[in-house]
């Protein structure tokens, strides 16, 4: 039997936790979800500088590539920003290439330049990394020579990549990786935008920098055939694009495709263009976070 000491002690218990509230559960904000952002970076030679510069304006306004794709030199500026370098390194770098570092002249049927020298160039800038060991996901559009087919140089070195991915027919000599001889990306792949998608691209932000068919042609025999190929590749450079999310096309076309000397232009209006479409560029990932969320 309960004594009276104890009963009233018990009741005094019952009675407090009977009139003492429920507190409700912290509530856990949950985090927007993220996606996975692709820069896919078209071909052009020299006028290729204009990724430099969208590169830096795009990274100051906090918009970073998960996944980098290019064709040609798409493929040697996407190749280093791969290798873990912003945009403001990136710029201070491509000032400083010195245009006769990239020349190995030889005498062939098949190209006067052997590019042994643009993998070197490429494979200095990133530290000696291979394609698989940069921080960011990386692919250099190649085309292969014997059956023509669209190849994503996915793992391996990393100058020789971009080489193959810019070794322009009857100016580089084709490359050969296992067995396989390679030539410039943009025979099949002018913005490799399908190859970002590949990689598993939520977002694609495309940039264009194409020699387009319309006004004056620039003279020189790399221009004449820079826009030629251009030319031939229309069909496959609209497939590509229309696979975008934003595109984004510097006004480059008066530079010539060896104009080296006009890299700060270059750098300039990819800088300007990136300016102008960064409302789009920022309103295609709020809408995929919505889109997100919502579902």
């Known amino acids: 039997m309960l004594s009276v000491r104890r009963f009233v002690a018990l009741s005094l218990l019952a009675g407090l936790a009977a009139c003492t509230t429920p507190t409700s559960a912290p509530v856990v904000q949950q985090p927007l979800p993220k996606p996975k952002l692709a820069f896919a970076l078209g071909g052009g030679a020299a006028k290729g500088f204009a990724h430099v510069g969208v590169i830096r304006v795009l990274e100051q306004n906090g918009i970073k590539a998960d996944i980098v794709t290019g064709t040609s030199a798409g493929s040697i500026v996407g190749a280093i920003y791969a290798s873990g370098v912003d945009g403001e390194a990136l710029r201070y770098r491509a000032m400083r290439i010195n245009e006769d570092d990239l020349k190995d002249f030889t005498f062939s049927t098949s190209g006067f330049l ?41 793992s391996g070195d990393t100058g020789t990549a971009a080489r193959a991915s810019a070794a322009i027919p009857n100016v580089f000599q084709p490359v050969t990786i296992n067995g396989r001889r390679y030539v410039d990306g943009g025979l099949v792949s002018p913005v490799p935008v399908m190859a970002a998608r590949e990689m598993g691209a939520d977002i694609v932000i495309a940039v264009d920098i194409s020699a387009k068919p319309t006004g004056k042609a620039s003279s020189g025999f790399l221009s004449l055939l820079d826009r030629s190929l251009n030319i031939m590749n229309l069909t496959a450079l609209n497939l590509e694009l229309k696979q975008a999310d934003v595109v984004l096309r510097p006004a480059v076309l008066h530079i010539g495709a060896a104009d080296f000397d006009e890299r700060a232009s270059a750098i300039a209006e990819g800088e300007k263009v990136a300016k102008a479409m960064l409302p789009q560029v920022k309103a295609a990932i709020d809408n995929w976070v919505k889109r997100k969320r919502a579902a």
Request: no cysteine; proline share 2%.
């Open 114 to 154: 052997k590019g042994e020298k643009l993998a070197a160039l490429v494979n200095q800038q990133v530290d000696g990394k291979r394609i698989e060991q940069l921080p960011r996901k990386f692919g250099a559009v190649v085309t292969d020579l014997d059956s023509g087919a669209r190849v994503v140089l996915k």
